[in-house]
């Protein structure tokens, strides 16, 4: 076999198992790419990279890292989404750079962003006033969000004198089925509360996949079974 059809050969073959990985890593990996994500995205491109034209290298050897190489992007989402601990250490956790129109210096560093980046991506969502913003936040896939103050969420709530909701950021109460005690106590929250919220609606600490007190002041609950409950008022 010449080298040429060889290298055809590989190419074709490096294309369908890079096109089954993506198929088996499922879209969330490929739409919202965190740290480990990247680095595993690095690793099976020079891999297949390698087997399509690297003739030097067995086709056998590329095609068991790249299943390696797989097998820990499955496992570690797996585990992630078995374990909030777990969660936070592979993939980390949201900083927040702006509150209440303050720069956050320290989370800033912490996040990697300089004034200049911070800048433009505000001014890519038509904000140049940075009093303007009550909430920036980095997710852990690098993208920022931003929550405006309430004031500045639009003209017709100024102009039409409408009352203007107090925003604040959300607090997650229940992940996984574990109530989150750092959470609680950070913003005053007594246990006795949650549990009695989750007794109103006949549900048990465990039936909660999800709990939190919305943006609005808002308790939403979303069971195992996907049943979200009416949300009610946070007294």
Same mark, same amino acid.
């Given at each position: 076999?010449?080298?040429?059809?060889?290298?055809?050969?590989?190419?074709?073959?490096?294309?369908?198992?890079?096109?089954?990985?993506?198929?088996?890593?499922?879209?969330?990996?490929?739409?919202?790419?965190?740290?480990?994500?990247?680095?595993?995205?690095?690793?099976?491109?020079?891999?297949?990279?390698?087997?399509?034209?690297?003739?030097?290298?067995?086709?056998?050897?590329?095609?068991?890292?790249?299943?390696?190489?797989?097998?820990?992007?499955?496992?570690?989402?797996?585990?992630?989404?078995?374990?909030?601990?777990?969660?936070?250490?592979?993939?980390?956790?949201?900083?927040?750079?702006?509150?209440?129109? /303050?720069? #956050?210096?320290? &989370?800033?560093?912490?996040?990697?962003?300089? !004034?200049? @980046? =911070? $800048?433009?991506?505000?001014?890519?969502?038509?904000?140049?006033?940075?009093?303007?913003?009550?909430?920036?936040?980095?997710?852990?896939?690098?993208?920022?969000?931003?929550?405006?103050?309430?004031?500045?969420?639009?003209?017709?709530?100024?102009?039409?004198?409408?009352?203007?909701?107090?925003?604040?950021?959300?607090?997650?109460?229940?992940?996984?089925?574990?109530?989150?005690? /750092?959470? #609680?106590?950070? &913003?005053?929250?007594?246990?006795?509360?949650? !549990?009695? @919220? =989750? $007794?109103?609606?006949?549900?048990?600490?465990?039936?909660?996949?999800?709990?939190?007190?919305?943006?609005?002041?808002?308790?939403?609950?979303?069971?195992?079974?996907?049943?979200?409950?009416?949300?009610?008022?946070?007294?």
């Amino acid at each position: 076999m010449s080298e040429h059809v060889e290298i055809i050969i590989r190419s074709f073959l490096a294309f369908s198992i890079l096109l089954v990985g993506a198929r088996l890593l499922g879209k969330q990996t490929i739409s919202q790419m965190n740290v480990l994500d990247f680095i595993i995205a690095i690793s099976i491109g020079a891999i297949t990279a390698n087997l399509s034209f690297n003739l030097s290298v067995k086709i056998h050897h590329s095609i068991l890292a790249f299943s390696i190489f797989v097998t820990v992007s499955i496992l570690t989402s797996y585990i992630s989404l078995k374990s909030y601990r777990a969660r936070n250490w592979i993939t980390g956790n949201p900083t927040v750079v702006i509150e209440n129109g /303050k720069i #956050l210096e320290k &989370n800033m560093r912490k996040a990697r962003y300089n !004034l200049n @980046e =911070l $800048n433009q991506l505000l001014r890519e969502r038509e904000i140049f006033n940075i009093e303007e913003v009550l909430y920036a936040i980095v997710e852990t896939n690098g993208k920022m969000n931003v929550l405006k103050k309430p004031e500045y969420q639009g003209v017709t709530k100024q102009d039409i004198k409408a009352p203007l909701i107090k925003n604040r950021l959300p607090i997650e109460l229940i992940m996984d089925g574990k109530i989150l005690d /750092k959470n #609680l106590t950070d &913003n005053h929250i007594q246990e006795k509360w949650l !549990l009695r @919220e =989750l $007794n109103k609606r006949n549900l048990k600490q465990t039936d909660v996949f999800y709990a939190v007190i919305s943006a609005t002041n808002k308790l939403f609950i979303n069971t195992y079974h996907n049943q979200v409950q009416q949300p009610a008022n946070v007294e």
